[in-house]
């Protein structure tokens, strides 16, 4: 058990909240005025599934569990479920509504390497690669005639049909760079 301050707390952590592993989905830091900061949570109990909201102050104390993790890829979608697997190919899955924001970079048989992080035996978090490389399916030709350099257009995934802004000489088939971590869009890959 580790000690773990809510200010510091970020999706995937497991906390101990009324004795029971929880993992934190969403940690959105507030801090206001007058008032101290406060971290609002997002959390999925791990023993029942149910999902509630806390707040907590930015400097309160929580109780952490050290987790095991591993390298595992994505293999495929079986609703609800996304399955991974480890390098000895042993399936884990993982309830869709848990990685509600990874799911739009995930592609059958992908081979970026992710970190799937497990309670007890059990995968509940995974974390994609800081980046990743994926082909534009469908955009719309840049308009002529702005010259600043900093036109942006929208950009269709293929495969998981996510749509996001990236630079105006992006073309239908170019592979491009994205942050995972903030959605955007870094660099046309050659």
Do not use: W
Not at 105 to 118: G, R
């Amino acid at each position: 058990m580790s000690v773990k301050l809510a200010g510091e707390l970020q999706s995937g952590n497991v906390i101990i909240v009324d004795s029971n592993p929880v993992v934190v989905l969403k940690a959105q830091y507030n801090k206001s005025g007058r008032n101290s900061a406060v971290v609002k949570v997002r959390m999925k109990n791990l023993m029942t599934e149910r999902i509630s909201e806390a707040i907590y102050k930015a400097d309160e104390k929580l109780e952490g569990v050290m987790l095991e993790r591993k390298d595992c890829t994505y293999s495929y979608y079986a609703a609800p479920m996304q399955v991974f697997v480890d390098s000895e190919f042993n399936p884990y899955e993982i309830h869709e509504e848990t990685l509600a924001d990874i799911t739009k970079y995930l592609i059958p048989d992908m081979t970026d390497v992710c970190e799937v992080t497990f309670y007890e035996g059990r995968p509940i978090s995974v974390l994609l690669p800081k980046t990743i490389i994926r082909e534009v399916e469908y955009t719309e030709p840049v308009v002529r005639g702005d010259t600043s350099g900093k036109i942006t257009k929208t950009a269709v995934l293929k495969h998981t049909k996510h749509e996001l802004q990236v630079s105006g000489f992006v073309e239908i088939g170019d592979k491009i760079e994205i942050d995972t971590e903030t959605g955007d869009f870094k660099k046309r890959i050659a």
